[in-house]
T-cell receptor, first 116, second 112 residues
């Protein structure tokens, strides 16, 4: 399996622009997670889906952030409008139900976002 | 508010010696703890876990210790190898949840 796939790997944009990050989870995984990594706060869970349904979005920082999962193989995280403080690495992760290592999540390589 | 804290941003250790990475948490509801390892330009990968019913879990060179009364866990790597050089994240969760709380990471450098 190719693992979790994220695109783009790097994104540089200007303040005010719309940014869309994409994720393809591992086939058969029915949980999908979006995280943001910053130096100050480490990895923060933004939102997670189960069977394409958003379960907990309490980590989404504000209304400028939105996430969708139209089908089991694709999810997007959108920031509109983007701001310099959104600059971070965004990770997508997935896991199947009932894993042996209970809650082990499989992470993608991340998207490094820079908002100028 | 950080519920999981890794107070040492970095650590350097000689090859062959023991590496000890520490993690503290504040929420007594946490029952499950994991360590992830992250190389540059890659996503974190699962390393080892421990549940609150245990105080120690071993996997080869890696051992995690849990002290619930102190709300503290540590990862021991013995012997340390240059390939262990990476950022290590501690994470904690209530048993029944998908909500993982991560620390800010500790960057380990193993010097040959």
């Amino acid at each position: 399996d190719a693992g979790v796939i994220q695109s783009p790997r790097h994104e540089v944009t200007e303040m005010g622009q719309e940014v869309t990050l994409r994720c393809k989870p591992i086939s058969g995984h029915d949980y999908l997670f979006w995280y943001r990594q910053t130096m100050m706060r480490g990895l923060e869970l933004l939102i997670y889906f189960n069977n394409n349904v958003p379960i907990d979005d309490s980590g989404m920082p504000e209304d400028r952030f939105s996430a969708k999962m139209p089908n089991a193989s694709f999810s997007t995280l959108k920031i509109q409008p983007s701001e310099p403080r959104d600059s971070a690495v965004y990770f997508c992760a997935s896991r199947p139900s009932g894993t042996g290592n209970f809650n082990e999540q499989f992470f993608g390589p991340g998207t490094r976002l820079t908002v100028l | 508010d950080q519920q999981v804290k890794q107070n040492s941003p970095s650590l350097s250790v000689q090859e062959g010696r023991i590496s000890i990475l520490n993690c503290d948490y504040t929420n007594s509801m946490f029952d499950y703890f994991l360590w992830y390892k992250k190389y540059p330009a890659e996503g974190p990968t699962f390393l080892i876990s421990i549940s609150s019913i245990k105080d120690k879990n071993e996997d080869g060179r890696f051992t995690v210790f849990l002290n619930k009364s102190a709300k503290h866990l540590s990862l021991h790597i013995v012997p340390s190898q240059p390939g262990d050089s990476a950022v290590y994240f501690c994470a904690a969760s209530p048993w029944s949840g998908n909500q993982f709380y991560f620390g800010t990471g500790t960057s380990l450098t193993v010097i040959p």
